[in-house]
Structure formats: C-alpha cells, structure tokens
C-alpha cells in the first residue's frame, strides 16, 4: 500500500464544490477532463489497482502489517495472493466477487476481497468449490484474522475424490467378480456326474446280490 494512503480515499464520491459565478464554460466535450473511473458498489478501481500493484495489499493503514504477512507466508509457500479490504458495507454481496474478478484480471494470482458484509475472490489456483468452501465460519470483524483464516482453509489438504471414486468402483468390481466366481465353483462341484451314484450305490467286500437267487 501506499505512504499515506487510505482505503477511504478509494471510494469515488460525487463533488460537493459549491456553485461558481464564473462564466459558463465554452470548452467543447472533446477537451473536458474525465471523470473517476468506479468499479461495483462506487469503489475506485484504478486506485485499488495501484495500490495492489505496490504490495499486493489494499486497506486502511491498520490492518496491512497483518495483510503483509499472510501474502509473505502464501509467497513463501509458492502462490501470489492479493487481499483488498473494503470498509464500507456494500450493497450486493456478488460486488465483493465482481471486485476481486476485476483486479484479478489485471494483477494475476489470487485476489481477495474482504468487506464488513461480506467477501469474495478470484483464482486460478483453486476451484470455485475450494473458494466458496474456505468461507466458512470466517469473521469479518478483523480483517487480518480474517485473511489468515481464509487462506489457511483455502490451501487446507482437500479429499481427492475422483481418486476415491476410483478406488471405490475398483473395489466394488473386484468384489463382484470374487462372488461370480465362488457360485460357479459351487455349481461345479454340484454338478459333478456320479458323485452321487458311486456314494450310494458303492457295495462292501462280500456283499451279495440277492436278486440273482430269487426265482
């Protein structure tokens, strides 16, 4: 962030000069100067942009110290990240994202944006799942908390659940095919010819037939 500079300074508001009593201006509309350029919720994006660009962190002066270390901590683990604090509420929570989308765009990385309503972010890095997902139970009353919160359970080890949907069919196959297996095993065994008949019809050492001196 910027020397001397605050959040509150980013928030483009309409002039409040007073009326003048000077001659009415003759510059044609070509020659006139242009107006500040605003992002969602009024918030003065080529502001935001500079201020990002100088140290990945946008916010009033009490909370970047906080912000610097976790961008120092994700830098150190390999990821560029950029937190943006917005202390005024804005009127739709999509704008946080639309904030975060926008600079996004323009400095790379991950971008975070933090408002006392709300949040959003952007990334190539991590899914929309893992984004929204990290949200969770993550106070906004202190921003720099907040920040380590968020991106702690944003990098968290995740459940690779196409490896576990693998595994799972793997497993329900090779179960199936054991089963198949064992009844036709079974079915052999039953089907066996004169396994039966020699058990039944097998006669001792010195048995006779007596049908052979019947009459």
């Given at each position: 962030?910027?020397?001397?500079?605050?959040?509150?300074?980013l928030?483009?508001?309409?002039?409040?000069?007073?009326?003048?009593?000077?001659?009415?201006?003759?510059?044609?509309?070509?020659?006139?100067?242009?107006?500040?350029?605003?992002?969602p919720?009024?918030?003065?994006?080529?502001?935001?942009l500079?201020?990002?660009?100088?140290?990945?962190v946008?916010?009033?002066?009490?909370?970047v110290?906080?912000?610097?270390e976790v961008?120092?901590?994700?830098?150190?683990?390999?990821?560029?990240?950029?937190?943006?604090?917005?202390?005024?509420?804005?009127p739709?929570?999509?704008?946080?994202?639309?904030?975060?989308?926008?600079?996004?765009?323009?400095v790379?990385?991950?971008v975070?944006?933090?408002?006392?309503?709300?949040?959003?972010s952007?990334?190539?890095?991590f899914?929309?799942?893992q984004?929204e997902?990290?949200?969770?139970?993550?106070?906004?009353?202190?921003?720099?908390?907040?920040?380590?919160?968020?991106?702690?359970?944003?990098?968290?080890?995740?459940?690779?659940?196409?490896?576990?949907?693998i595994?799972?069919?793997l497993v329900?196959?090779?179960?199936?095919?054991?089963?198949r297996l064992?009844?036709?095993?079974?079915?052999?065994?039953?089907?066996?010819?004169?396994?039966?008949?020699?058990?039944?019809?097998?006669?001792?050492?010195?048995?006779?037939?007596?049908?052979?001196?019947?009459p």
């Open positions: 962030m910027s020397p001397g500079a605050t959040t509150q300074d928030l483009a508001l309409p002039s409040s000069a007073a009326p003048s009593t000077a001659a009415p201006s003759t510059a044609s509309p070509s020659t006139a100067a242009p107006s500040t350029a605003s992002g919720g009024g918030v003065d994006m080529a502001a935001l500079d201020d990002v660009r100088d140290d990945h946008a916010a009033p002066a009490e909370d110290p906080g912000l610097r961008v120092a901590d994700a830098q150190a683990d390999g990821y560029d990240v950029s937190f943006v604090v917005i202390p005024k509420a804005l739709k929570f999509t704008q946080y994202r639309d904030i975060a989308t926008e600079l996004q765009g323009e790379g990385g991950t975070i944006v933090l408002g006392p309503n709300s949040m959003g952007a990334s190539p890095d899914s929309r799942f984004q997902k990290a949200t969770e139970n993550v106070r906004l009353a202190n921003p720099p908390q907040a920040a380590r919160q968020l991106w702690d359970q944003m990098t968290a080890p995740a459940l690779n659940w196409t490896v576990i949907s595994i799972l069919i329900v196959v090779a179960g199936a095919v054991i089963a064992g009844s036709r095993r079974r079915a052999a065994r039953g089907g066996e010819p004169g396994v039966e008949d020699a058990s039944t019809s097998a006669a001792g050492p010195g048995t006779h037939d007596l049908s052979r001196d019947l």
